[in-house]
């Protein structure tokens, strides 16, 4: 088993070895850091996830998009594959709207995750919602996706970096603010660009991290 280094995409394809999955099924690795996969490419999700590398999945309406599938219809088949949460995100941008998409969104599978944005209204649909809050740059914005009980928030690393802000430094102080007040949220750490970042992260203690299959 290797993870690939590069200066590219983040990956975490995998050397294929044989009973990998049988002796350690991800789902008893409860206290490791989880590798949720960023993909709506359900050939990529089978890959891993025979490998017993996933422990979830993220998609956006770019991944979709990108897989040229229907929402609903790819969602579905992801879920089917993984047992893990599957974050499935809203497009809408008004609070009661993205109550009515996630809602729909919540009917494909009992492991749905629905992901709106760190924004007011995206904190506003939360409410008894199983959500993933993303789009957080700062500890500030992670503060309030716990206060609104949020079981996972997004920060972006990646991004952060691309505007020249440390993305570590920001999972980094979440981790200290969630166990100083014990936030039950999980740090799915997002936006991953190389192996380094998820070896700063698992360093760190964020409990997910996302990243591409390649
Ligand atoms: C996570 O849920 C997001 O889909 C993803 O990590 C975004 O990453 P990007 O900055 O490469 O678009």
Redesign the pocket.
């Known amino acids: 088993r290797a993870f690939r280094r590069g200066s590219g995409r983040a990956t975490f394809a995998l050397e294929a070895r044989p009973n990998a999955h049988a002796t350690h099924p991800a789902s008893d690795r409860t206290r490791a850091m989880k590798f949720f996969i960023?993909t709506a490419d359900t050939a990529a999700i089978k890959e891993l996830n025979d490998l017993g590398m996933v422990d979830g999945v993220?998609?956006?309406p770019?991944?979709i998009l990108k897989a040229g599938r229907d929402i609903l219809e790819v969602t579905k088949e992801i879920c089917d594959m993984v047992s893990g949460p599957v974050?499935a995100?809203v497009v809408a941008t008004e609070a009661r709207e993205m109550i009515a998409e996630g809602m729909k969104l919540s009917t494909i599978a009992p492991n749905i995750a629905i992901?709106v944005p760190l924004t007011w209204d995206g904190l506003t649909a939360s409410e008894g919602l199983k959500v993933?809050v993303?789009l957080c740059f700062s500890a500030a914005q992670a503060i309030l996706a716990a206060k609104a009980g949020a079981a996972f928030v997004?920060p972006?690393i990646?991004?952060l970096d691309d505007i020249h802000l440390d993305g570590v430094d920001l999972i980094h102080d979440i981790r200290t603010i969630y166990d100083n007040y014990d936030f039950k949220t999980e740090i799915?750490a997002?936006?991953?660009?190389s192996v380094n970042h998820i070896v700063d992260c698992a360093k760190i203690g964020a409990d997910v991290m996302?990243?591409?299959p390649a």
């Open positions: 960023d993220t998609t956006n770019s991944l974050s995100e992901k993933n993303t997004s972006f990646g991004r799915l997002a936006s991953i660009r996302t990243a591409p």
